[in-house]
């Protein structure tokens, strides 16, 4: 249905996570797959997880930080695939810091990351893109964090995620002549190790507290799983989504549509919240 048989799929932060789960949602519908990771370990399972769906994997230590392993990378990558068909960016790191005080050596690394890097990985995807006449689909993992203000010391991470989706419309109008779309996807809290670390400095107290925050900002009453990102991939990914570029697509349970004075009735049958619309 979304023929994506035989295409090639290039994915970052692919040993663990949301990346690792699209490596082989990918690989179920017959993607051949490039999964870039700086964990070893964990980067071995994938690529074995993925080759038991007879597709072929290449596996590759790189810091996408680092210009000279991204170069690297996709000299290898090039060497071995006739062609690129699909990026997604999902490599990230994450420095909590108030605004006063944040250390500008950890500003550099997370903007070097997170930005930089998925700037470098869609140029090298793009340039293959473009001398192989291909187009091609270029997703970049951004988040609600760059579209509205999260606190909690995420000012850094969010300034990322916001120069992330600003590029993806720049390089989604620069890049249409070659038909290489590119959008990206703004998902909540997603339950991963990455949630798991956020959650794992706080108290228990202030742990429920921030869970029930989290929750009061979700309209559907739930964080979201891996799964859950799974269509929208596929839909972007394939020629069904073959009229979608320059899009900001939040899959977030409704988080970015309501206000903060909003008021998600989650419980419609509690006698409690009917009288609100008194
Ligand atoms: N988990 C959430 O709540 C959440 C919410 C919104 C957006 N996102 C976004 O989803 C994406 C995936 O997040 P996740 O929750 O799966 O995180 P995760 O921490 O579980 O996985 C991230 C992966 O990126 C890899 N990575 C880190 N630095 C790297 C580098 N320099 N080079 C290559 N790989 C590197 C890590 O090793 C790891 O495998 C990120 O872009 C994140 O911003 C996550």
Redesign the pocket.
């Known amino acids: 249905m979304f023929e994506l048989n035989g295409k090639v799929a290039v994915i970052?932060?692919?040993?663990?996570?949301?990346?690792?789960h699209l490596a082989l949602q990918l690989a179920k519908q017959g993607c051949h797959i490039v999964a870039?990771?700086?964990?070893e370990d964990?980067l071995k399972t994938t690529a074995g997880e993925v080759q038991s769906h007879n597709v072929d994997c290449l596996a590759l230590i790189?810091?996408?930080?680092n210009e000279a392993e991204v170069q690297k990378s996709f000299e290898e990558i090039n060497r071995t695939f006739e062609h690129i068909d699909i990026l997604i960016n999902?490599?990230?790191?994450h420095r909590r810091g108030a605004p006063e005080t944040f250390a500008s050596e950890d500003f550099d690394e997370v903007l070097s990351?997170?930005t930089r890097?998925s700037f470098l990985c869609a140029q090298a995807c793009a340039k293959k893109m473009i001398s192989e006449k291909t187009g091609g689909s270029i997703i970049n993992?951004?988040?609600?964090?760059g579209q509205s203000a999260l606190g909690r010391g995420n000012i850094v991470?969010s300034m990322s995620?916001a120069a992330i989706n600003q590029m993806t419309k720049e390089m989604a109008i620069e890049w249409a002549a070659y038909k290489i779309r590119v959008n990206a996807i703004l998902?909540?809290?997603?339950m991963?190790?990455?949630?798991e670390?956020m959650l794992s400095v706080l108290d228990a107290e202030e742990k429920v507290k921030t869970v029930e925050r989290i929750l009061d900002g979700i309209p559907l009453g739930r964080m979201?799983e891996?799964e859950d990102y799974t269509g929208i991939v596929l839909l972007l990914a394939s020629p069904m989504g073959s009229m979608i570029t320059g899009a900001l697509i939040p899959v977030d349970g409704g988080n970015l549509a309501l206000n903060a004075g909003g008021d998600p009735i989650i419980k419609t049958d509690n006698a409690a919240e009917s009288r609100r619309y008194k």
């Open positions: 970052t932060g692919a040993a663990q996570g949301l990346g690792k870039l990771d700086i964990l964990e790189c810091d996408i930080g999902n490599a990230f790191i990351v997170n890097g993992i951004s988040s609600i964090a991470y995620k998902p909540c809290q997603i991963t190790a990455a949630v670390r979201a891996v």
